[in-house]
């Protein structure tokens, strides 16, 4: 398969998401899709189901999407968000057990050489 | 159930978390993040706001329908695993009217699922603390055929099992940072739960409502 993991960064603030993005560009590149979600669905600190969502589409990949994650809501409602794609997609999403910034940057230069969702998973979650 | 029944649940539920949610945040300000009164309450407006076009699907997908609502509007932890209480009943609904058997059938179902959900089980701190005690208690008075009293019983379970939550050391969610320091404090997804499972009852037992 050619095409190349896709990494989304899920944090309860839009900016630790978009700052973990910047640092995947700057030390990866971008040549793997990655972006970031955060707030809650009134705008404030907290995760958002229909965020995650639309965050997972906009990085789909056919290889499958990585997701890294930070606290307790921010793993459950991306679990929901994996739960409401139709069940082709659902089997090729993954949350990676890893932190968030240093986990995005692993994770995204493990797709860039083109590993299967297990290995950019593994990769994130080796990373110590 | 009828259509008037499932459009009083959702204003019962609605209302008693709109009168509590300052409480809730209280609580929450203690040893959470501050934050479940408010985000139940934005999670149970929204349910209000649908109460029509819930409450005119068959009972099984009205509870789905409000799970989904509750995941997408309420945020936090707290959308995630009533949403999935909210759903995994639904998902355990009979097609006929739910007999108290079924009800029972259906809360187990919806109880599992919050468990897979939060990765939790009985005894860290949380919503579990009350909905598990009231689970078993439906089940044993059910399983007896002893129902006379059983609101008054099911309200009862509620209240003793969310005080016991106070000597709890949280095991889940932001509480569990504090670990022992998070004894002392009832819990705020635990005080939510009783706080619904009397509206409920308030809606399908009125003269046990308090």
């Given at each position: 398969?050619?095409?190349?993991?896709?990494?989304?960064?899920?944090?309860?603030?839009?900016?630790?998401?978009?700052?973990?993005?910047d640092m995947v560009r700057q030390m990866v590149?971008?040549?793997?899709?990655?972006?970031?979600?955060?707030?809650?669905?009134?705008?404030?600190?907290?995760?958002?189901?229909?965020?995650?969502?639309?965050?997972?589409?906009?990085v789909w990949s056919e290889a499958g999407v990585a997701l890294l994650v930070d606290l307790g809501g921010a793993e459950m409602n991306s679990e929901m968000a994996i739960l409401m794609l139709d069940e082709a997609r659902r089997g090729r999403v993954r949350i990676a057990a890893a932190p968030v910034v240093e986990g995005a940057v692993i994770a995204a230069t493990e797709a860039s050489a083109g590993s299967t969702l297990d290995e950019v998973v593994a990769a994130a979650e080796e990373w110590r | 159930m009828s259509n008037t029944l499932v459009l009083r649940l959702i204003e019962g539920m609605a209302g008693t978390i709109e009168s509590h949610a300052d409480q809730l945040t209280r609580l929450d300000q203690a040893i959470g993040d501050g934050d479940h009164g408010i985000n139940m309450a934005r999670g149970f407006k929204e349910l209000a706001a649908q109460k029509a076009a819930i409450a005119a699907l068959p009972l099984g997908e009205a509870l789905k329908k409000a799970g989904m609502t509750l995941v997408m509007k309420v945020g936090g932890a707290s959308g995630p695993l009533y949403g999935t209480l909210?759903?995994?009943?639904?998902?355990?609904?009979?097609?006929?009217?739910?007999?108290?058997?079924?009800?029972?059938?259906?809360?187990?179902?919806?109880?599992?699922?919050?468990?897979?959900?939060?990765?939790?089980?009985?005894?860290?701190?949380?919503?579990?603390?009350?909905?598990c005690p009231v689970a078993d208690t439906l089940r044993s008075l059910v399983d007896q055929n002893e129902t006379d009293g059983l609101d008054e019983r099911i309200i009862a379970a509620a209240g003793h099992a969310l005080h016991r939550t106070t000597d709890m050391v949280a095991k889940r969610g932001r509480a569990s940072f504090?670990?022992?320091?998070?004894?002392?404090?009832?819990?705020?997804?635990?005080?939510?739960?009783?706080?619904?499972?009397?509206?409920?009852?308030?809606v399908l037992a009125p003269s046990s409502a308090r």
């Open positions: 398969m050619s095409a190349t993991v896709g990494i989304l960064v899920v944090s309860h603030s839009p900016k630790v998401a978009e700052g973990a993005v590149g971008d040549e793997v899709a990655c972006t970031g979600v955060g707030g809650d669905p009134a705008g404030g600190l907290g995760t958002d189901a229909a965020k995650i969502l639309a965050g997972i589409e906009s | 909210f759903i995994d009943m639904g998902k355990a609904t009979p097609e006929a009217a739910p007999t108290l058997a079924d009800l029972s059938v259906m809360l187990d179902a919806g109880i599992r699922g919050v468990k897979a959900r939060g990765k939790a089980e009985v005894g860290m701190k949380t919503m579990l603390d009350v909905l504090l670990g022992e320091r998070s004894k002392g404090h009832l819990d705020p997804g635990a005080c939510s739960s009783a706080l619904l499972i009397g509206a409920v009852v308030g």
